[in-house]
């Protein structure tokens, strides 16, 4: 199927429909969402909620876990668009949800959920899931949503850069995934037995060694790099761990 004809057609069909010249045509017309929309999530990665061609109206949930150690609020950012960056994406608001409870990092969920009508009206609701805190925003058709030739140059630009953006996805979910490791290996400086103090200081060193390389280096390695050197300090982690194992017989966790 040609793109441009299908375009074309769809719109002449259209047309009929809106003028009443429709009594020939066998066909349901359906609104869909024009583009994909979704939020923010940790690294800037555009997270889809509804995809681009959902029947409309439509309603859909996603539940998403605090990034931080005691985070009190979350910063939901709305954006339409295909590419999977949210900096390449058309921005249509943000709103803060406070008064989550001080917990470690992703111990808090918070529900986010997208209610688009059938006149094109974004509704974006987040609530924390143990006391029940929820704000809304409401955003309409003419408020900071892309003209018809804006949407389908979006489209066009998506697949041009469809492989750039995959390696911009893939290295932050690695920096995501590495730093979630470092700070597992962490934590477990003082859970697992058998552990000496110089074994726990070998362990912090790892992890600093790796939370340093990834503020210096991020910007100028790829998706594989970083997944490179996350496997060469686990190799150094598990010979500590191997080794405690060894002196208690097996290492257990707290």
Known sequence: VNPDEAVAYGASIHGAFLSGQNRDLDILLVDVAPLTLGVETYGGIMDPIIPRQKTVPCKQTKKYYTAKDNQTS?????????RKMTSDNNKLGEFELSGIPPKPRGMSEVKVTFSLDKDGILSVAAEENSTGAARTITITNNKGRLT?????????EAEQFKKQDEEKRNKVKEVNETEEYLYA??????????LTENDKKELELICTEGFDWLEEKETDVT???VRN????????????????NSSAGQYQVD
């Open 74 to 82: 979350v910063l939901i950012k709305v954006y339409e668009g295909e």
């Open 148 to 156: 018809q030739d804006e949407l389908e140059a979006k489209i066009k």
């Open 185 to 194: 290996v962490r934590d477990s400086e003082e859970k697992i037995r058998g």
């Open 223 to 225: 998706s594989e790099d």
């Open 229 to 244: 050197q996350r496997h060469k300090w686990e190799k150094r982690v598990m010979v500590v761990y191997n080794r405690a």
